[in-house]
């Protein structure tokens, strides 16, 4: 957390005031879509540390969410009425606009880091925790049916066979619960200073357009590249789907 | 507890304001959906009855999922300004890829065996898609639209923040005029909101999904339709 502390020096903006003329120098006029010379003089200070921020709180949000759903997934299994109970609960979740589900941690957890994540982590429950379930139930019967017959126990039934069977869709899961939290992480900027959602909604308050667009660019890149890198690991931790189909 | 009396102050301060800022918010959400559904619907209608150019359902539905709401809304300030437009197309891009993703799964999944028996009987391919194809992908169809329902409701907030007002963002994202009680009470309006519009839907769908259908789902057990809502063929 340390790190992301002193995140309310890191961005100038906060104070108010006239922000555009301070920024890139005179060469950027307002009206300009993207000026690249605040770009560049802004990357260092401004455009990186908030991307390294926004890495740092959806890969928390993420990994801590899997934990969770993994546990409550495997726990699930056998227990229906606790499946509809959590996915009720999770769909619910769904429901509280994201603005407001990190306000109400405030009172407890103040503006922290905290806050956030008990938000974001609240989201991926739904896309995670279902995938995980429809994962594990969906194990073909021969399968579970030739680890009977090699005497293995419901229980190691479970963790050596169904569990690695549900990979794929528990990636597609953590593929979509990723690309929301990096769309939910910019929201709670509104909150808390963090991530790129910041310098977007100091730019929606001072109109300045680079402002807008280039961590905008920043966002969709860094969503497309994390969506493309966990196909990728998805890829290589199951050989055997790619080895069936050819 | 305290909080709770407050929130319970700020219905019997504030209602004119709720009640137009939800019936704004229910008609921009309608709208949205509307926009949604017409796009995505006949792409994934027709992509699953050819059972080819899957990858444009499929990737095509991952690059719009993956596009952060607030990016949409700053990048279209940029460059279309702020509004109700603006906040339209954040919308609807947030459920496009729902309902893609549901109707092509949905129609490539329907039985190849009726639709030969079908083709057999003379059907014709637009006869087959109206009568055969869509009427089977009802519940994974709606099972998307009742998700779509929910995110856009509980999204349209963020119109405060493409510039416009109306909806219940106003004061959820004004906690310094509306204090906690306030931003809490259009919450609770909004869940509410969101709630009904998922009720809704899951009638329309029971009123759609055709009687022999739901026989047969009885006995293929539960879960499947609101599983596919995330794709579990995207990686191919």
């Not at chain 1, 995670?128 to 039934?157: C, D, K, S």
Request: charged share 10%; proline share 5%; with cysteine.
């Amino acid at each position: 957390m340390t790190p992301l502390a002193a995140s309310g020096s890191v961005i100038p903006l906060a104070g108010g005031g006239p922000v555009i003329p301070t920024f890139g120098g005179s060469s950027c006029k307002n009206s300009a879509t993207f000026c690249v010379g605040w770009f560049t003089s802004n990357w260092g200070s401004l455009l990186q540390p908030a991307l390294v921020q926004h890495i740092y709180m959806t890969v928390i949000a993420v990994v801590i969410g899997l934990a969770i759903s993994l546990a409550a997934g495997l726990y699930a299994y056998r227990r229906g009425w606790f499946e509809s109970g959590f996915i009720a609960f999770a769909t619910f979740v769904y429901t509280i606009p994201s603005l407001a589900l990190f306000l109400l941690f405030v009172p407890l957890t103040g503006l922290s880091l905290t806050t956030i994540e008990i938000g974001l982590v609240g989201y991926t429950f739904l896309l995670l925790f279902r995938n995980i379930v429809t994962g594990l139930h969906a194990t073909p019967p021969e399968a579970t049916a030739a680890a009977e017959g090699m005497g293995m126990t419901p229980r190691q039934i479970l963790l050596r066979i169904s569990l690695p069977l549900a990979i794929p869709s528990i990636m597609a899961g953590v593929r979509v619960a990723t690309v929301t939290v990096i769309a939910l992480a910019a929201i709670a900027a509104d909150v808390t200073s963090l991530g790129l959602g910041k310098p977007i909604f100091d730019a929606i308050q001072s109109g300045f357009t680079t402002e807008l667009v280039a961590p905008s660019l920043l966002l969709i890149v860094l969503a497309l590249i994390a969506d493309t890198l966990l196909v990728l690991v998805q890829r290589a931790i199951t050989p055997w789907v790619r080895a069936v189909r050819s | 507890m305290h909080t709770f009396a407050q929130i319970g102050d700020f219905f019997q301060t504030h209602p004119g304001m709720l009640l137009s800022e939800t019936a704004n918010q229910t008609e921009l959400c309608v709208v949205a959906l509307a926009v949604a559904f017409v796009i995505a619907f006949p792409i994934g209608v027709v992509v699953g009855h050819l059972h080819r150019w899957s990858f444009l359902a499929i990737n095509g539905g991952n690059v719009l999922r993956s596009l952060p709401t607030l990016a949409i809304i700053a990048l279209g300030i940029a460059l279309y300004g702020g509004g109700y437009i603006n906040i339209l197309v954040a919308l609807v891009v947030l459920v496009v890829p729902l309902i893609l993703t549901n109707s092509y799964v949905a129609v490539d999944g329907v039985d190849p065996g009726m639709v030969e028996a079908a083709r057999g009987m003379g059907l014709t391919w637009w006869q087959i898609i109206v009568r055969v194809e869509i009427p089977n992908a009802v519940p994974l169809v709606m099972a998307g639209v009742r998700t779509a329902s929910v995110y856009v409701i509980a999204g349209a907030y963020v119109g405060a923040f493409a510039g416009y007002d109306g909806t219940l963002g106003d004061i959820i994202t004004n906690q310094g005029s509306y204090k906690l009680a306030g931003v809490l009470a259009a919450t609770a309006v909004s869940i509410v909101l969101a709630v009904i519009g998922e009720l809704i839907f899951a009638g329309v769908q029971r009123l759609l999904v055709p009687k022999g259908l739901k026989i047969s789902a009885g006995r293929r057990g539960r879960g499947a339709a609101e599983a596919a809502v995330v794709p579990e063929t995207a990686a191919g």
